[in-house]
């Protein structure tokens, strides 16, 4: 198996659906020969890859031992479970689903206690109070405890979660937690609040590559396949292409150079018989057309497209020199 690629996706869940929407977008399609319950799976029409369906939590570690050459899975998980992450792993791009935070939040009735410095005075007096030391449930024991320390709260302990975190404190299990959230709504509910610098990591899924991986040639080939097509989606679905047509040439000229200057938006080829046609952002297109318009053009098409492959890859540019790739 040295010679194929293991690209690691989560196996059930809204994780597993919107990762195998991701991908399918970007033309790779997963196969299993024996449906829906195998483990393990291929990419269509990619060869020397093979997919491996494990749990988000498995996928960050399977990446840090090097069994697994790309992986989805959240930043929290990676920053909570492999010790010097970014000597492990290079984060590929991110995914845009998973979106939740990693945060410190404390019972609202502590109402003098806003911000980790207020917390860092609690901890200090708490004990001399009350016998003990503050009690943080979290599942994010190495986050807490770095976060913690940058902060300068040193006298509390964990108690590590197994359950519903949020209701530590009211059980009386815990005095504070540390926990995962996506709109809070939960702990308000449990009458919790966030403090106001208490987001620790603002976390999404990614696609993550692993350093520690045996990268072959054929794996890279692999690797190099599935990031142009993940690329080219990405960057036909955040631009959009602009084409202007003008009565004479020297407007199509005279505008290229109002739109350069004043937008930085060069045209993607010299203007040829009155016609001059732009790639930009998707935020830019209005912008865009306005100023077109404004320089007389007569009729302004936008266009999206499925894919937009570029000589080059600037997936491949952000990670290839560190597993010795290039392209």
Same mark, same amino acid.
Request: charged content about 25%.
């Given at each position: *198996?040295?010679?194929?690629?293991?690209?690691?996706?989560?196996?059930?869940?809204?994780?597993?659906?919107?990762?195998?929407?991701?991908?399918?977008?970007?033309?790779?399609?997963?196969?299993?020969?024996?449906?829906?319950?195998?483990?393990?799976?291929?990419?269509?029409?990619?060869?020397?890859?093979?997919?491996?369906?494990?749990?988000?939590?498995?996928? &960050?570690?399977?990446?840090?031992?090097?069994?697994?050459?790309? +992986?989805?899975? +959240?930043?929290?998980?990676?920053?909570?479970?492999?010790?010097?992450?970014?000597?492990?792993?290079?984060?590929?791009?991110?995914?845009?689903?998973?979106?939740?935070?990693?945060?410190?939040?404390?019972?609202?009735?502590?109402?003098?206690?806003?911000? *980790?410095?207020?917390?860092?005075?609690?901890?200090?007096?708490?004990?001399?109070?009350? #016998?003990?030391?503050?009690?943080?449930?979290?599942?994010?024991?190495?986050?807490?405890? &770095?976060?913690?320390?940058?902060?300068?709260?040193?006298?509390?302990?964990?108690?590590?979660?197994?359950?519903?975190?949020?209701?530590?404190?009211?059980?009386?299990?815990?005095?504070?937690? $540390?926990?995962?959230?996506?709109?809070?709504?939960?702990? &308000?509910?449990?009458?919790?609040?966030?403090?106001?610098?208490? @987001? *620790?990591?603002?976390?999404?899924?990614?696609? @993550?590559?692993?350093?520690?991986?045996?990268?072959?040639?054929?794996?890279? =080939?692999?690797?190099?396949?599935?990031?142009?097509?993940?690329?080219?989606?990405?960057?036909?679905?955040?631009?959009?292409? $602009?084409?202007?047509?003008?009565?004479?040439?020297?407007?199509?000229?005279?505008?290229?150079?109002?739109?350069?200057?004043?937008?930085?938006?060069?045209?993607?080829?010299?203007?040829?018989?009155?016609?001059? @046609?732009?790639?930009? =952002?998707?935020?830019?297109?209005?912008?865009?057309?306005?100023?077109?318009?404004?320089?007389?053009?007569?009729?302004?098409?936008?266009? #999206?497209?499925?894919?937009?492959?570029?000589?080059?890859?600037?997936?491949?540019?952000?990670?290839?020199?560190?597993?010795?790739?290039?392209?």
């Amino acid at each position: *198996m040295s010679d194929t690629l293991i690209l690691a996706v989560p196996s059930k869940g809204r994780l597993q659906e919107n990762a195998d929407a991701f991908f399918r977008r970007s033309g790779l399609v997963f196969t299993r020969a024996r449906g829906v319950r195998d483990y393990r799976g291929r990419i269509a029409g990619v060869d020397y890859a093979e997919v491996l369906f494990l749990s988000a939590s498995e996928i &960050a570690g399977e990446l840090a031992r090097g069994n697994v050459h790309l +992986g989805v899975t +959240g930043e929290d998980l990676i920053r909570e479970n492999i010790t010097d992450a970014d000597d492990k792993i290079a984060f590929v791009t991110p995914l845009g689903f998973g979106h939740a935070r990693v945060v410190v939040a404390v019972p609202q009735v502590w109402i003098d206690v806003d911000n *980790m410095a207020d917390l860092a005075d609690v901890a200090q007096s708490f004990r001399a109070r009350h #016998g003990r030391r503050l009690r943080v449930a979290t599942k994010y024991v190495n986050l807490t405890r &770095a976060h913690f320390a940058a902060n300068g709260v040193t006298d509390y302990r964990i108690v590590e979660s197994l359950g519903a975190t949020e209701g530590a404190p009211a059980s009386g299990a815990a005095d504070l937690i $540390v926990d995962i959230t996506t709109t809070g709504a939960t702990l &308000a509910a449990n009458a919790l609040k966030v403090l106001s610098d208490g @987001v *620790m990591l603002a976390s999404e899924a990614n696609l @993550v590559a692993s350093l520690t991986a045996s990268w072959s040639d054929s794996t890279k =080939a692999a690797l190099t396949e599935i990031l142009d097509r993940v690329a080219a989606e990405e960057h036909a679905r955040t631009t959009r292409e $602009v084409r202007a047509v003008f009565a004479f040439s020297r407007s199509a000229q005279s505008a290229q150079t109002q739109v350069s200057d004043e937008l930085g938006i060069d045209a993607m080829l010299p203007p040829n018989d009155g016609v001059v @046609v732009y790639e930009c =952002a998707a935020d830019d297109v209005w912008r865009l057309v306005r100023l077109l318009k404004a320089q007389g053009a007569r009729h302004v098409s936008v266009r #999206g497209r499925d894919y937009v492959f570029t000589a080059e890859n600037p997936l491949i540019a952000r990670i290839g020199t560190r597993i010795g790739l290039s392209g």
